[in-house]
């Protein structure tokens, strides 16, 4: 789980460093290494958390979050709180989810990140729902890095609608 993946780093990174916790039905661009670079430079100083090629769905539009740069999108709605991005019981106009298919996180916010996908932070719910939220700096990157590997998203057990969560998933 990302939450375990987490608590390795926390426990074996070093300090300055950036950790990329990616899942098995995504793989990254033949180029990315080399872009890595310019993505690091294109985030804000202050940045939690990236995502790389956040989807979109139903009423998950990135168009409901600030565009900070040409493709850098802040995962925080203006007039929303962590509470009302929650799925159900929010308001559909304060959610946006996105997939956690592929998350760089700097070795300094690790904790913080763990104490939000651990419930420590806020009620707990899908992981990539809660990244949405205004006390956090998390960010979608649209820069087409990460993409399906489709044979690999027909065999996966990471639900990816509603209707194939199930117990075992939460």
Same mark, same amino acid.
């Given at each position: ?6 608590? &390795? ?8 460093? +950036?950790? *990329? ?19 690091? =430079? ?24 600030? =565009? ?36 760089? +996180? ?9 104490? *939000? /996908? ?24 649209? /820069? ?6 489709? &044979? ?16 075992? &998933?939460?």
């Amino acid at each position: 789980s990302h939450l375990e993946l987490l608590r &390795h780093i926390k426990n074996t990174g070093r300090p300055g460093e +950036v950790y *990329l916790l990616a899942e098995d039905d995504y793989a990254p661009a033949v180029d990315f290494k080399a872009k890595l670079p310019t993505v690091l =430079q294109h985030v804000p100083p202050d940045w939690d958390s990236l995502r790389f090629d956040c989807w979109e769905g139903v009423n998950q539009l990135l168009s409901k979050l600030p =565009q900070v740069k040409p493709g850098l999108y802040l995962n925080s709605i203006m007039g929303c709180s962590a509470a009302d991005g929650q799925p159900i019981t929010g308001r559909p106009e304060c959610q946006f989810c996105g997939g956690t298919h592929a998350v760089l +996180v700097p070795y300094e916010k690790v904790e913080k990140m763990m104490a *939000l /996908w651990s419930g420590d932070n806020g009620p707990l719910y899908p992981l990539d729902c809660m990244m949405t939220r205004p006390d956090f700096k998390n960010y979608c990157l649209q /820069w087409n890095l990460f993409e399906p590997v489709d &044979h690999l998203r027909r065999t996966t057990s990471i639900p990816k609608t509603r209707k194939e969560v199930t117990n075992w &998933h939460l």
